[in-house]
């Protein structure tokens, strides 16, 4: 399920002509847009991170965005190590919280620490940020349409961002963009040497449904804090 290798094969079923027609700059117009007029959202995060020796971090993770202010809240279901344990961004904060220790760790957002090592680095070795908009995680990479295909979620476009740099981490990644709704649906990063090191896949979507800052941003009144910013 969490593998991407359909990200490269083309859809053959009648009546999609009209939408692959839509040339790379379209689509990232239409990603633009949407993530500008964004409200909120919420989705489930799955995949899994591949680490060198060939083992694999299974990653489930609720997540919850208000891009305005930025706030967000992530709530680990797996790895089973970090179940029950979550990350709150507020502003320029982010908050670790370890559910076994009741202890909440405060980070600048710009720390590469503040997110746990959960997700991949870029191309720089920074922790990756995500934004619905692919255009600016994947800021100056060059970027092509690779096909069109059917997802759970409905068609989505196959891109393909290619890093101008690929002595560093990441030479390229594979993303499914959902037609329509302009939200990324998967996400497939790949070494030089052509290993797959992170799959993530963006599912249960619900967007612009009024989330509450409050509900995001809480952290346990007596949990211990430890500021390391």
């Known amino acids: 399920m969490l593998k991407r290798h359909l990200i490269l094969l083309f859809t053959t079923l009648l009546g999609i002509g009209a939408a692959q027609s839509l040339e790379t700059e379209a689509i990232l117009d239409q990603m633009r847009t949407r993530a500008e007029s964004l409200q909120d959202a919420s989705f489930l995060l799955t995949g899994q991170l591949i680490d060198t020796d060939g083992s694999q971090i299974p990653l489930e993770i609720e997540i919850e965005l208000i891009?305005?202010?930025?706030?967000?809240?992530?709530?680990?279901?797996?790895?089973?190590?970090?179940?029950?344990?979550?990350?709150?961004?507020?502003?320029?904060?982010?908050?670790?919280?370890?559910?076994?220790?009741?202890q909440v760790t405060v980070f600048d957002a710009t720390d590469p620490d503040a997110l746990g090592s959960l997700l991949p680095a870029d191309s720089?070795?920074?922790?990756?940020?995500?934004?619905?908009?692919?255009?600016?995680?994947?800021?100056?990479?060059?970027?092509?349409?690779?096909?069109?295909?059917?997802?759970?979620?409905?068609?989505?476009?196959?891109?393909?961002?290619?890093?101008?740099?690929?002595?560093?981490?990441?030479?390229?990644?594979?993303?499914?963009v959902l037609d329509g709704s302009w939200v990324?649906?998967?996400?497939?990063?790949?070494?030089?040497?052509?290993?797959?090191i992170a799959e993530l896949a963006f599912e249960e979507y619900a967007l612009d449904q009024g989330l509450a800052l409050a509900d995001l941003t809480y952290i346990p009144e007596d949990a211990e804090i430890i500021d390391e910013r």
């Not at 990756?128 to 800021?139: G, M, P, V």
């Not at 409905?154 to 393909?160: E, P």
């Not at 990324?184 to 797959?196: A, E, K, S």
Request: hydrophobic share 35%.
């Open 67 to 102: 891009p305005g202010v930025p706030a967000g809240r992530a709530y680990i279901l797996r790895p089973d190590a970090l179940a029950d344990n979550f990350i709150v961004l507020d502003g320029n904060t982010v908050y670790n919280y370890l559910f076994v220790t009741n």
């Open 124 to 176: 720089t070795g920074e922790s990756f940020d995500f934004t619905f908009n692919l255009e600016e995680i994947f800021e100056g990479w060059g970027v092509t349409v690779e096909g069109y295909q059917e997802t759970p979620a409905g068609n989505a476009y196959a891109l393909r961002f290619e890093n101008p740099q690929p002595e560093f981490y990441v030479e390229y990644v594979e993303a499914l």
């Open 184 to 196: 990324p649906y998967g996400l497939t990063f790949y070494q030089p040497d052509g290993n797959v």
